[in-house]
């Protein structure tokens, strides 16, 4: 079955270049689940939809903070709860667990940080699960693998409620100015009647099919390309430098041609002044690659250059930059422990045979030692012995002439 999909947009839906299918229709393959059915859920409307949300981390708080401003009832819940505080100022409500937030309200959205975290929220002892009921609905706008999203739907559809998957494309800035674009698959209801809330946080929404899987695939190869991009500009500005060549200069002519991109513009600047203030965690720059291998893997599809780049993520975690805006892929690319695979392995040969080469020698040399020190104790003794044979040879010729 080919990926169904219909890009819904605020602004100018119809002539948007990115809208690759435009008519507004519904998929012939759609179908509710049953226990979607069972209650009808309202189209959100501030005043009247009661709305949930989940993490507030640095995506969560700019999207919950918008949906407060357009007017809507929103309860928060972070697992830290002092994360909470500056929605709490703006007039959120805080939840006290997951299933509280569902229970209270009539849509919840989770903006959470990888697979493990959505499993926990939804799943958990206090978890969305708990406080679902017929007719509620739960959004997940986090960025996960196809596997997880469809064990949390079962687990929605299970407890009664409706699902959609809905990771975003756009970080924080087009958070903020509510400016994301929404991946989404799953119970076509929710699309419908969340829609609104969707453009309040986004200018465009992709539906790609009615269940989960489609919109986090889309999102992973997304944020793989993204990746790729990024360590690959990462490593022209060094090469550019280590040429005798100004960065600087490098972005303006980047800017000019065909491979000009917004990214490169953004985060170009900021990275020539090794300056990485976080807008996308480097550790789900790489959380993402990782899930866009698998995908790989389980698809057969090869990904050479993917698989590079995510090396030079990990090691940018291992180097303590995790946390820092995933721009910092460019700390690794310049450190010195982390050239081109290739001399890499070659210099390391070169210091295992230096290294053989000092144990060698060092060990000619105690030989030698040990060899020279036998024979002066050699000559020493049989320089005792001969003073001893002379002694003897004396006292015998005494013994004579006293005969
Ligand atoms: P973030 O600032 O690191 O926030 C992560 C959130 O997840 C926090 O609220 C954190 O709670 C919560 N969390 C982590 N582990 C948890 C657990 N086991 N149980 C409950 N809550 C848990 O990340 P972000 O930048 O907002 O990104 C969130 C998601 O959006 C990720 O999937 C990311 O890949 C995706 N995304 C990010 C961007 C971006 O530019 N930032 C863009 C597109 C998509 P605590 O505060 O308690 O740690």
């Not at 509710?32 to 959100?44: I, N």
């Not at 919109?215 to 430098?241: D, H, T, Y």
């Not at 105690?366 to 049989?382: H, L, P």
Request: with cysteine.
């Amino acid at each position: 079955m080919g990926v169904q999909s219909l890009l819904v947009n605020k602004h100018a839906c119809f002539t948007a270049p990115l809208c690759y299918k435009k008519q507004k229709t519904t998929p012939s393959s759609f179908h509710h689940h049953p226990s979607a059915m069972s209650a009808s859920l309202q189209t959100a409307e501030p005043g009247k939809t009661r709305v949930g949300f989940l993490g507030m981390g640095i995506m969560g708080k700019a999207m919950a903070h918008n949906l407060i401003k357009a007017g809507y009832d929103v309860t928060v819940w972070n697992r830290s709860s002092s994360a909470c505080q500056p929605l709490l100022d703006q007039g959120a409500t805080l939840g006290s667990s997951p299933a509280a937030v569902v229970d209270a309200t009539d849509i919840t959205l989770a903006m959470l940080s990888d697979p493990r975290a959505c499993v926990e929220v939804a799943l958990g002892p206090q978890g969305v699960v708990k406080g679902l009921a017929s007719g509620k609905g739960y959004i997940d706008v986090s960025t996960v693998d196809a596997a997880t999203a469809a064990q949390v739907e079962a687990a929605v559809h299970k407890g009664g409620g409706m699902y959609l998957e809905a990771p975003v494309s756009g970080s924080k800035k087009p958070a903020e100015d509510g400016q994301l674009i929404f991946l989404t698959a799953g119970d076509r209801a929710l699309f419908d009647a969340g829609a609104p809330l969707l453009d309040v946080m986004g200018k465009a929404s992709f539906y790609l099919g009615d269940s989960a899987g489609n919109g986090a695939n889309m999102k992973l190869v997304v944020n793989m390309i993204m990746g790729c991009m990024m360590a690959s500009f990462a490593e022209g500005l060094a090469l550019a430098e280590k040429s005798g060549l100004k960065k600087e200069d490098l972005l303006e002519v980047i800017k000019l041609g065909a491979i000009a991109a917004p990214m490169f513009s953004m985060k170009g600047p900021t990275m020539i002044q090794q300056q990485y203030a976080t807008a996308f965690p480097l550790k789900h720059q790489q959380k993402d690659l990782r899930l866009a291998l698998e995908l790989g893997g389980a698809t057969d599809q090869r990904l050479d250059i993917a698989r590079a780049a995510n090396r030079l993520y990990e090691d940018a975690m291992g180097g303590n930059y995790g946390d820092a805006d995933f721009s910092a892929v460019m700390e690794a690319v310049m450190s010195k422990g982390m050239v081109d695979v290739g001399e890499d392995s070659e210099a390391q040969r070169r210091q295992q045979l230096y290294e053989i080469r000092a144990e060698a020698t060092m060990l000619v040399e105690s030989i030698e030692d040990r060899a020279v020190e036998a024979v002066e104790a050699a000559q020493a003794e049989a320089a005792e012995a001969v003073k001893e044979v002379e002694r003897l040879r004396l006292e015998l010729e005494g013994l004579k002439g006293e005969k």
